[in-house]
Structure formats: structure tokens, C-alpha cells
């Protein structure tokens, strides 16, 4: 089906762990999200890339670094997790920018930190 | 400072009746304003939009309502539907789109 996919699903790290959370758009998207969600707090931007070959910071970006592969691909990894790093995050694309009817998102990542 | 805010956490409806999910802003210079609707296990699916220089706008059991002067939007469903039962998201676009912390509704059968 065509639209946003990331990997894992589920992950379990311990602190100071680092990991790589994927996620790919067969949708010709040209802008990439990465946003946490966490209860109360709804859907924090964490980086975007609005084109490939280009990445900026979001809301709550500490912690955290992306990686546009290529106009497919964009990568967020946690190179030292910490237990406030525990969320669901959501990758996210649309055709450019903040388009009428927003983004597209994948189905998320629930990450634990112990 | 939260920029977009859903002051209800949850809200239960019986089937049948309306649904009125609330959503208030600080930012003036928002010029789109978006429902979307958050399923268990999945992600956000956009479920409908407004302008800024719109005051309404209505998709079947769906429609959304904007008072610039307050800074207030409002999603009504009628009739809500026990599939209608989620979270909702509202979210603004400035740069980026900017999202409220979630109202879940429940329809009871």
C-alpha cells in the first residue's frame, strides 16, 4: 500500500543505548517530519526536512539527529537514549511544505527507555 | 507555551447525538486550521479543513467551525457514529503545522 512506513513498530532500549528509527514515502513527497506524541502534549516536531539534501530543527530537537537518505528516506536516531525519550513517534510527509490537507503519517514507533 | 490547545481531554457522546470537539490558538498569523482523527496502533489520518477566511465548512457528518475574533474552532458530528470513537487532533499551519494536545471521544452504542 502506497504511503508512510517505519521501522520498528515496537523497540525497548535501555538507557544510553543508541538506535536508528527508519521511515520511508513511496508518495514522491518532497518534505520529510519526524514528531513525537506523548499524553497531554499532543504532536511535537522534532526536525523536518523540507527538501532532499536539506534538514532543520524543530520544537524539541535535543537528543535527537536526522538523516535525509534520499527523497524516499529520512532517518531520526537517538545516540544516547534517555528515559524522556520514551514516546511514539510519528514520520510524516507531504508533496511540499504545509500543504491544505497537511501531512501524511506513518502508523508510529513506541519506543521504551528503561 | 502551547499555541494550539484542546482543553478537554475526553469527551463521551451517546450514538446518534452531536459530538462538538473544541480547540482554541495564540496565533493570529495561522492561515489553515486541520482536524485529524488518531485510530489505536495508526497514525493520524486528516479528516477535514478550514481557512482562515472561512468561517465553515462542512464534509457529510462533519463540519468545522472558526471564530477568528476568539481564536476558537470548533469540529461538530452529527450523527457521531460509534466509529467515530478516537482521538482528535486539531492542528494549525504557520511554517510548520502546529497540534493540540488531543480531545478522545467515546460514542456509546
Known amino acids: 500500500n502506497a504511503g508512510v512506513t517505519q521501522t520498528p513498530k515496537f523497540q525497548v532500549l535501555k538507557t544510553g543505548q543508541s538506535m536508528t528509527l527508519q521511515c520511508a514515502q513511496d508518495?514522491?513527497?518532497?518534505?520529510m517530519y519526524w514528531y513525537r506524541q506523548d499524553p497531554g502534549m499532543g504532536l511535537r516536531l522534532i526536525y523536518y526536512s523540507a527538501s532532499e539534501g536539506t534538514t532543520d530543527k524543530g520544537e524539541v530537537p535535543n537528543g535527537y539527529n536526522v538523516s535525509r537518505l534520499n527523497k524516499r528516506e529520512f532517518s531520526l536516531r537517538l545516540e544516547s537514549a534517555a528515559p524522556s525519550q520514551t514516546s511514539v513517534y510519528f514520520c510524516a510527509s507531504s508533496l511540499y511544505g504545509t500543504g491544505l490537507k497537511g501531512y501524511t503519517f506513518g502508523s508510529g514507533t513506541r519506543l521504551t527507555v528503561v | 507555551d502551547q499555541q494550539v490547545k484542546q482543553n478537554s481531554p475526553s469527551l463521551s457522546v451517546q450514538e446518534g447525538r452531536i459530538s462538538i470537539l473544541n480547540c482554541d490558538y495564540t496565533n493570529s498569523m495561522f492561515d489553515y486550521f486541520l482536524w485529524y482523527k488518531k485510530y489505536p496502533a495508526e497514525g493520524p489520518t486528516f479528516l477535514i479543513s478550514i481557512s482562515s477566511i472561512k468561517d465553515k465548512n462542512e464534509d457529510g457528518r462533519f463540519t468545522v467551525f472558526l471564530n477568528k475574533s476568539a481564536k476558537h474552532l470548533s469540529l461538530h458530528i452529527v450523527p457521531s457514529q460509534p466509529g467515530d470513537s478516537a482521538v482528535y487532533f486539531c492542528a494549525a499551519r504557520g511554517n510548520m503545522l502546529t497540534f493540540g494536545g488531543g480531545t478522545r471521544l467515546m460514542v456509546k452504542p
Open positions: 508518495m514522491n513527497h518532497n518534505s
